[in-house]
C-alpha cells in the first residue's frame, strides 16, 4: 500500500533562514506525483508546489524548491529565506491512481514555527 | 469565481442526529473529493466522485454517504452522527488535466456531542 511518512512533527527556522521538510513515500507504481500543501491557523489548504516521478528537474516555485531524491524516495520541501507568515502546518501528499482520477494519501504534517 | 464553497463553516450535532455538509465549485470541474482532517493528523480521503452521477469509497467511507447529480455540486450526508465523526471535513475539486493540484474548499468545522 502507498504511505507517505512526514518523521518531523514541529520544526522551528530562524526568520531569514532556510528550512528543509522531510518527507519519504512508499510506492509500487513508477507513475507518481507528490504535492506539498500549507495550512496556516485559518485552517485552509494552499498549494505549494508538485513533482512527478517522471520530472527530471527539481520542482522549484518562489522560495519553496523540491529536493527529490527518486532512489531513496524522499520528497523533501526546502523553504528559503523563512518568514514569519511561513508558520504553518505543512504536508506532503502523494498521488494514487492514473494522473487523470487520482486520488491523494497525506502525511501527518510538520508544524513549522517561524522564529523572529 | 468563488472557487470551492462549502457550508455551513461551523456545525454541533447530537449523537444520532444527521446532517448534509454542502460542497459546491463553479470552476466546472470533473472530479471532486472529501476528505477528513482529524485534530495534529492529515486529510484522509472519505469520497470521491469522477463526473456527476459516478462515486466511489475512499479510505474511511463508513457512516457517510455522497451523491453528484449535477457537475458543481458533491454533498456529503452523514447518517446517524457518532463522536468519532468530530473533525474538520474538506470538499476539493480538479479538472482532471496532468500535474494539477486538487483545489480544497475552506472547511466545515463539525463537533458531535
Known amino acids: 500500500a502507498q504511505k507517505i511518512t512526514q518523521t518531523q512533527p514541529g520544526m522551528f527556522v530562524q526568520e531569514k533562514e532556510a528550512v528543509t521538510l522531510d518527507c519519504t513515500y512508499d510506492?509500487?507504481?513508477?507513475?507518481?506525483?507528490l504535492f506539498w500543501y500549507k495550512q496556516p491557523s485559518s485552517g485552509e489548504m494552499i498549494f505549494l508546489i508538485y513533482?512527478?516521478?517522471?520530472?527530471?528537474q527539481n520542482a522549484t516555485e518562489g522560495r519553496y524548491s523540491l529536493n527529490f531524491q527518486k532512489a531513496r524516495k524522499s520528497a523533501n520541501l526546502v523553504i528559503s529565506a523563512s518568514q514569519l507568515g511561513d508558520s504553518a502546518m505543512y504536508f506532503c501528499?502523494?498521488?494514487?491512481?492514473?494522473?487523470?482520477?487520482?486520488?491523494?494519501?497525506f502525511g501527518s504534517g510538520t508544524r513549522l514555527l517561524v522564529r523572529p | 469565481n468563488a472557487g470551492v464553497t462549502q457550508t455551513p463553516k461551523f456545525r454541533i450535532l447530537k449523537i444520532g442526529q444527521s446532517m448534509t455538509l454542502q460542497c459546491t465549485q463553479d470552476?466546472?470541474?470533473?472530479?471532486m473529493y472529501w476528505y477528513r482532517q482529524d485534530p495534529g493528523m492529515g486529510l484522509k480521503l472519505i469520497y470521491y466522485?469522477?463526473?456527476?452521477?459516478?462515486?466511489d469509497k475512499g479510505e474511511v467511507p463508513n457512516g457517510y454517504n455522497v451523491s453528484r447529480s449535477t457537475t458543481e455540486d458533491f454533498p456529503l450526508r452523514l447518517e446517524l452522527a457518532a463522536p468519532s465523526q468530530t473533525s474538520v471535513y474538506f470538499c476539493?475539486?480538479?479538472?482532471?488535466?496532468?500535474?494539477?493540484?486538487?483545489?480544497f474548499g475552506p472547511g466545515t468545522r463539525l463537533l458531535v456531542l
Open positions: 466522485s469522477v463526473g456527476a452521477g459516478i462515486t
Open positions: 476539493a475539486s480538479r479538472k482532471g488535466r496532468t500535474g494539477e493540484t486538487q483545489y
Open positions: 501528499a502523494m498521488r494514487e491512481g492514473v494522473d487523470s482520477s487520482y486520488k491523494l494519501i
Open positions: 470552476m466546472n470541474h470533473n472530479y
Open positions: 513533482q512527478g516521478s517522471y520530472d527530471e
Open positions: 510506492t509500487s507504481d513508477q507513475s507518481y506525483g
